[in-house]
């Protein structure tokens, strides 16, 4: 599986910014998928996950309410909604791909396929 991650930037507190994840090289549709990030000095964060259908969703407690997963399984493509954006959520976000669920969703040793990574920063 390759995983392409793109749409980040700049953006001032409060703005919005929605990152992609194109996949390629395994039927998208059987794929569940993740976001993570990682600040400056700090480990890997989960951020969410969507299973391959796209009915269920699960976020980290720094983003409940403010960002929002999704897919597009005819477009082999993840999203990943921001909104409210605050400082802490500077960091490089990271796509990923599970191919078989072992029960801990939000530990980064679950999922076996990983994007290179997009910057999104966050200042005034």
């Known amino acids: 599986v390759q995983l392409q991650a793109s749409g980040g930037g700049l953006v001032q507190p409060g703005g919005s910014l929605r990152l992609s994840c194109a996949a390629s090289g395994r039927t998208f549709s059987t794929l569940r998928m993740g976001w993570f990030r990682r600040a400056p000095g700090r480990e890997r964060e989960f951020v969410a996950r969507i299973n391959q259908s796209g009915a269920m969703t699960y976020y980290g407690d720094s983003v409940k309410g403010r960002f929002t997963i999704s897919r597009d399984n005819a477009k082999n493509t993840v999203y990943l909604q921001m909104n409210s954006l605050k400082p802490e959520d500077t960091a490089v976000y990271y796509c990923?791909?599970?191919?078989?669920?072992?029960?801990?969703?939000?530990?980064?040793?679950?999922?076996?396929?990983w994007g290179q990574g997009t910057l999104v920063t966050v200042s005034s």
């Open positions: 990923a791909a599970d191919t078989y669920y072992s029960g801990n969703y939000s530990s980064p040793s679950e999922y076996n396929y």
